[in-house]
Structure formats: structure tokens, C-alpha cells
């Protein structure tokens, strides 16, 4: 039997929740195709509509608009869903899925068009687990305030001021350091 995880995209929050649907709550989306409209009844979220925006099989590939049905093909693409193009005008092949939903998509992306009662955000409690909000509250502890951030760059200047200084070294040219090398041994031997 097919299993589906949902990611339904919320207009009004900007956010995404993930859904994961199998079994009977599955059947309905079967056959469905990029644009139609679903009830949120038939997955246990009563009072909401969506529309499928799209979707990807167990392979990774996208679902296109402009492929029809339960298909996987290569096509030359120029831009959209199935490629990240930044040159104009540069086509690629790339492999896409079809329009329709069948047993082997896992993702399938929605769209709120119509909300019902409860959040969208709110999971559902396991059992044996009081609800969300018989929890007691857990103690916060405080942290120590931070400091603004033109304090801290004010710290970091006086600390770099308050380094010594150390006096650079000036390095000789690769060819001096030669002669020198040579003249060192010289001299040792006159010495003794």
C-alpha cells in the first residue's frame, strides 16, 4: 500500500508541516494530478482544503505540470521545476516525473486554500502522555545579559590597544641569505 509524506505550506505563516500519510488516508490521493483540489477529511484534518502543488518520487526526481501522467521521462529543459539554471538561454536534459500521483511518489507538496478548525502545527498526544497544556511548567533559567554590540567592539578595540607591540622583522631576499650562508663557513675557519 502506498505511503505519502505530505509538506503542506502555509500562506498565512510562511511555514511548512509534515504529514505522513498511509493506508486508506492514502487511497484518495492516487490518481490526483498537479492542480486539483483535495478535503483534508480524507487525512484527519477536517475543515481543510488544499491544492497538490507537486511532488517527488522514491528516486528523488520532481514532478512536473507539464508532463501528463504516471510517468518518468528526460527532457530537454531551458527553466522550472528539475533545474537550477543560471545561464540564459543554456538547455539540459534532466529527468522529471509526470503530473499524476501513483504508488511510487513519496513527497507530495500542498497548498492551503481553505482552513478548518484546528492548527495545523498541533500533534496529536501518544498515549499514556497528558495533553500539551496539563504539562507543568519547567523553571528558565536566566542567562547573564550579553552585552550590546557596540560595547563589545569597544572591549575588542582597547584590548588590541593594550597589547604590546611586536617590532617586525625584515626578511632579506632570498639571494642575500645565500651569500650569507657561504661567507658564514669562511670566516668559522679563519677564526680557529
Known sequence: MAEFKLVIADPKTGKCHQKVVQGENARPLVGK?????????????????????????????PMRRDIEGPVRKKILIVKGVGIRNKEQGIRKRKTVCGNTIHDRITQVCLKVIKYGKKPLDEKPAAEG??????K???????????????????DKKQ???????EPKKEEKPAEE???EAKKEPESAGKKE
Open 177 to 179: 641569505k645565500k651569500e
Open 129 to 134: 502522555e497528558p495533553p500539551a497544556e496539563a
Open 33 to 61: 494530478k498537479i492542480g486539483d483540489k483535495l478535503r483534508g477529511e480524507s487525512f484527519d484534518m477536517s475543515g481543510y482544503e488544499f491544492e497538490i502543488t507537486g511532488g517527488a518520487d522514491y528516486c528523488g526526481f
Open 136 to 154: 507543568p511548567a519547567e523553571k528558565k533559567e536566566e542567562k547573564p545579559k550579553e552585552k550590546p554590540a557596540e560595547q563589545k567592539k569597544e
Open 159 to 165: 584590548e588590541v590597544k593594550t597589547e604590546p607591540a
